[in-house]
Antibody
Framework: EVQLVESGGVVVQPGGSLRLSCAASGFTFDDYAMHWVRQAPGKGLEWVSLISWDGGSTYYADSVKGRFTISRDNSKNSLYLQMNSLRAEDTALYYC?????????????WGQGTLVTVSS | QSALTQPASVSGSPGQSITISCTGTSSDVGGYNYVSWYQQHPGKAPKLMIYEVSNRPSGVSNRFSGSKSGNTASLTISGLQAEDEADYYCSSYTSSSTHVVFGGGTKLTVL
């Protein structure tokens, strides 16, 4: 059974930093690209970032480019999101999602999310 | 403003069929067969319902179907049931630097 478990969400002040983690199990982690998707309270889904199976390629939404860094450790079956210079508008539930296939950009499994609140 | 345009809400009675549209451009929906649809119940994570425009994952009811014409993709739910009441989101690959875009979401109400 595929499982994705996010952690690391807390309340952080504007301008602060945070690292989210996602522990994956139930599939061959290093065979798949992975994504972060977020959802602000009461709002829709927003794609945040994508990392290739080997970590060699990364992509970001314009809203987080230059502030967030996605990474992975295939030896630990783990995905990460380093978030710097946090803003109030980054407040959201952050989901880790598995890419469905090689480069088809759909999300076939999702975690339950970890809540990041940016507030003073 | 979302990159893909969906109606804010749709409704239907049990047993009826409804269609949710998702309009983009030739740089996303119209240019690639990488449209997917997600169902999200309140307080739950999204669930993949359709991928690559019209493919259904294992375990998803065949009452759900997807299609595309030009720059607009559609999700059709036939034989509407109470448990279909949820938010629905479309997503597409985009040739822009961001790679993935979502629609703003559509709230489906089963009357």
């Amino acid at each position: 059974e595929v499982q994705l478990v996010e952690s690391g969400g807390v309340v952080v002040q504007p301008g602060g930093s945070l690292r989210l983690s996602c522990a994956a199990s139930g599939f061959t982690f290093d065979d798949y690209a992975m994504h972060w998707v977020r959802q602000a309270p009461g709002k829709g889904l927003e794609w945040v970032s994508l990392i290739s199976w080997d970590g060699g390629s990364t992509y970001y939404a314009d809203s987080v480019k230059g502030r967030f860094t996605i990474s992975r450790d295939n030896s630990k079956n783990s995905l990460y999101l380093q978030m710097n210079s946090l803003r109030a508008e980054d407040t959201a539930l952050y989901y880790c999602a598995k890419d469905g296939a090689g480069g088809d950009y759909y999300f076939d499994y999702w975690g339950q999310g970890t809540l990041v609140t940016v507030s003073s | 403003q979302s990159a893909l345009t969906q109606p804010a809400s749709v409704s239907g009675s049990p047993g009826q069929s409804i269609t949710i549209s998702c309009t983009g451009t030739s740089s996303d929906v119209g240019g690639y067969n990488y449209v997917s649809w997600y169902q999200q119940h309140p307080g739950k994570a999204p669930k993949l319902m359709i991928y690559e425009v019209s493919n259904r994952p294992s375990g998803v009811s065949n009452r759900f179907s997807g299609s595309k014409s030009g720059n607009t993709a559609s999700l059709t739910i036939s034989g509407l049931q109470a448990e279909d009441e949820a938010d629905y989101y479309c997503s597409s690959y985009t040739s822009s630097s961001t790679h993935v875009v979502f629609g703003g979401g559509t709230k489906l109400t089963v009357l």
